[in-house]
């Protein structure tokens, strides 16, 4: 079983359908429901989600999604190590660095999955598309 860490970009193009973005993105939670990979969710995640998802959905609506979301996922918190860390590292995009150093928190972690690989260059981690995610979870 594969254990990956996505980003939160990933996750929503899952759950807003967003064009041609969405279908590795489903296959990646097909993969987590059939036993094939372990997904991980920043805690900070879910508000960035909540953010995006208040255009077009209603709270009650938003408060549905995430708790699905919730259920499907390992919630990795961003805690004050996760923060110290990012302040002092050489990321660009900070919000990056805050799930990039909660995803190095939790060792059973294979890979950052994420749209955005150049983000996450000073990664020590494996950065894999949500493509290349899927391919190895087959």
Known sequence: MRHYFLDTNVVIDFLTRRGAFAVPAAKLFEASVLGKATLYVA???FSNINYVLRKENTLAERIDKLTKLARLVQ????DSHAVQAALASNFTDFEDALQYFAATAVPSI???VTRDPK??????LP????TEAVAQSR
């Open 110 to 112: 294979e890979a950052i």
């Open 75 to 78: 919630i990795v918190s961003v």
């Open 127 to 130: 950065v894999l598309t949500p």
């Open 43 to 45: 805690s900070l995640s």
């Open 119 to 124: 983000g996450f260059r000073s990664s020590t």
